[in-house]
C-alpha cells in the first residue's frame, strides 16, 4: 500500500476525527485503515488501494491537522503534508454537522494554495434532511462540497463520480503482488522498528516517537533491492492480547495480517533489555506463520562494550528458534548494520523460496538414513519429494512417522543440505507401498 511510480494517490486529509478513516474504508469496501471514536488514532500515512468504475488509484490516510500541533502531533502533520504534496487530488473531510472551524478556515487557506484539485467532504450527512447544513461548508472557498455519509455509505458514489473527473490515468501500473518480494517488520513497542523501517525506505515514512505505541497500523512502503520491487511493512508493536486493548488490538490485528501477507519476517529486539518472553512469541507467531525469520538487535551503540561479546553469544543461542536465524546488530540513529539486513532478508526470502529435486532430496536423505537408521519401530522410509515452496515442504512416504527427535534429525539434514537457514521446514509423513525406483535406499 505505497506509492510508487504512476500510482495515482489521492490525500484525505482534514482536522482530527472528522471521520477520515471511517470514509477510506468506506471507499475502499473494506476496513482497512484502523477507525475509531478516539481522536487522533492515525498517525502515519496509510494507503489503501481503491477501484472504481474500472479505475484504480490509492486513497492516503492521515492523521489530522491539528491548530497548534505539540509533540508527536508534529510528527503526524508532517507525514500529512508529505501525503499532500504527492497527492494528485486531495479529500478535504469536514464535520458538517458541526460546521466550519477555525482549524478547518485554517486548512482551507492553506489548500487554496494547492495544485492539486481539492474536493470538500461534508461528512456526517446521514439524510436528506441535513443536507443543507453542507452549504455553509461554501465559505471555505474550495468550491461546492459534496455532502456524504462515511458511516452509511451515503453520497459516497457521488463523491467518487466527482473524484474520477479529476484524476490522471496511471501511467504505470504496480507490480502483481505475487512478483512482489514482501518483509515486515515486528518487535515490541518502542524498540526502533519504525526507525529502522525509514532507514530501510530512505524516507521518513513512519512516524517516530519515544513515546510507547506510535505506529497503531501497518505502513508499508515499497523500494528496490538488487533489481526488484520489494515492499517494507512495519507493524504496530505487538505485546500480549491481554495487554491489548481499544485502537491497539486493531494494531495487533493488522499486525498478525502482516506477517501472514509477509515473505520474511524482520523481529527487532532491544539489544539493551535482551530477549524476552513477548520476543519469543513473536517468532513462535513468524514460524507458525510459515515465514522466515531475521534477527536485528537494535540500539547495538546504547550496550557497554565490555558486555556485548557476551550479550551476542547468549542472544544469538537464544534467537534460533527457527534454526540458522541471522541476528544483526544494528543501530537506526547512527546507521551500524543498517546495510547488512536486506542482504540478510534477500538471503532468507531466496531459502523460502526454494526448491529442491526429488532426486536432490532423496540422495540427502540416502545419506541420512544410512548415517542414522529410523528407529525400529518407525518402519522403512522410502522415498522424499518437496510438494511446495514458500515455506519449504517436503512429504516423505513410508510405514509411519517417526519420533520427534528423528524427524528433527532429518529436517536439520534438509536444511544443511539445501541451505534452508532461517525459514521453517514444513514436513509430513505418509504411508505408501515401496514403488521401485523411489527408495533411498534402493539399489539395482
Not at 482497512?32 to 477501484?51: L, N, Q
Not at 460546521?99 to 446521514?126: C, H, Y
Not at 502483481?176 to 517488520?185: A, G, M, N
Not at 533489481?227 to 491497539?248: M, N, Y
Request: some cysteine; proline content about 7%; hydrophobic content about 40%.
Amino acid at each position: 500500500m505505497t506509492g510508487g511510480p504512476g500510482n495515482v494517490l489521492v490525500a484525505v486529509i482534514g482536522r482530527p476525527n472528522v471521520g477520515k478513516s471511517t470514509l477510506v474504508n468506506r471507499l475502499a469496501g473494506r476496513r482497512e485503515a484502523i477507525s475509531h471514536e478516539s481522536a487522533g488514532v492515525t498517525r502515519d500515512r496509510i494507503e489503501v488501494p481503491v477501484k472504481w468504475r474500472g479505475r484504480s488509484f490509492k486513497l492516503v490516510d492521515t492523521g489530522g491537522l491539528p491548530l497548534r500541533p505539540r509533540g508527536m502531533e508534529s510528527a503526524i502533520v508532517a507525514q500529512a503534508r508529505r501525503a499532500i504534496d504527492a497527492a494528485h487530488a486531495i479529500l478535504f473531510v469536514v464535520d458538517a454537522r458541526v460546521g466550519v472551524t477555525e482549524e478547518d478556515l485554517r486548512v482551507a487557506r492553506e489548500m487554496r494554495r494547492q495544485l492539486s484539485p481539492v474536493i470538500v467532504v461534508a461528512n456526517k450527512i446521514d439524510s436528506e434532511a441535513q443536507e443543507p447544513s453542507a452549504a455553509e461548508l461554501f465559505k471555505l472557498g474550495l468550491g461546492e462540497p459534496v455532502p456524504v455519509s462515511a458511516l452509511h455509505g451515503r453520497g459516497t458514489g457521488e463523491l467518487l463520480d466527482r473524484l474520477l473527473g479529476l484524476l490522471p490515468a496511471a501511467v504505470a501500473d504496480q507490480p502483481p503482488v505475487e512478483d512482489e518480494v514482501r518483509f515486515c517488520l515486528v518487535g515490541r513497542p518502542n524498540v526502533g522498528k519504525s526507525s529502522l523501517f525509514n532507514r530501510l525506505v530512505r524516507e521518513e515514512r513512519a512516524v517516530v516517537h519515544d513515546q510507547p505505541g506510535t505506529t497503531r497500523d501497518a505502513v508499508d512502503s515499497v523500494t528496490e533491492l538488487a533489481g526488484r520491487p520489494v515492499r517494507f511493512i512495519d507493524t504496530a508493536g505487538l505485546r500480549r492480547a491481554v495487554k491489548t486493548r481499544d485502537v491497539e488490538y486493531y494494531g495487533l490485528v493488522r499486525t498478525i495480517r502482516a506477517i501472514d501477507s509477509s515473505h520474511v519476517a524482520l523481529l527487532v529486539v532491544d539489544a539493551a533489555q535482551g530477549l524476552t518472553s513477548e520476543d519469543k512469541r513473536i517468532a513462535a507467531r513468524v514460524a507458525e506463520a510459515g515465514r522466515g525469520l531475521v534477527a536485528a538487535l537494535s540500539k547495538w551503540d546504547l550496550v557497554p562494550s565490555e558486555k556485548r561479546a557476551p550479550l551476542l553469544v547468549d542472544l544469538e543461542r537464544d534467537l534460533q528458534l527457527i534454526p540458522g536465524t541471522p541476528v544483526i546488530r544494528t543501530s537506526a540513529v547512527t546507521g551500524v548494520g543498517v546495510t547488512r539486513i536486506p542482504g540478510a532478508l534477500l538471503g532468507v526470502h531466496a531459502s523460502w523460496v526454494r526448491r529442491v529435486s526429488t532426486a536432490e532430496a532423496n540422495r540427502a536423505l540416502v545419506s541420512a538414513l544410512a548415517t542414522h537408521p529410523p528407529p525400529r519401530h518407525t518402519g522403512r522410509i522410502l522415498y522424499g519429494t518437496q510438494v511446495s515452496a514458500g515455506p519449504p515442504t517436503f512429504v516423505l512416504f513410508g510405514s509411519g512417522e517417526p519420533a520427534p527427535s528423528y524427524r528433527r534429525y532429518l529436517e536439520n539434514v534438509l536444511r544443511r543440505e539445501f541451505g534452508l537457514n532461517g525459514v521453517p521446514i514444513r514436513m509430513s509423513f505418509r504411508s505408501r507401498p515401496p514403488r521401485r525406483g523411489h527408495q533411498p535406499g534402493h539399489s539395482r
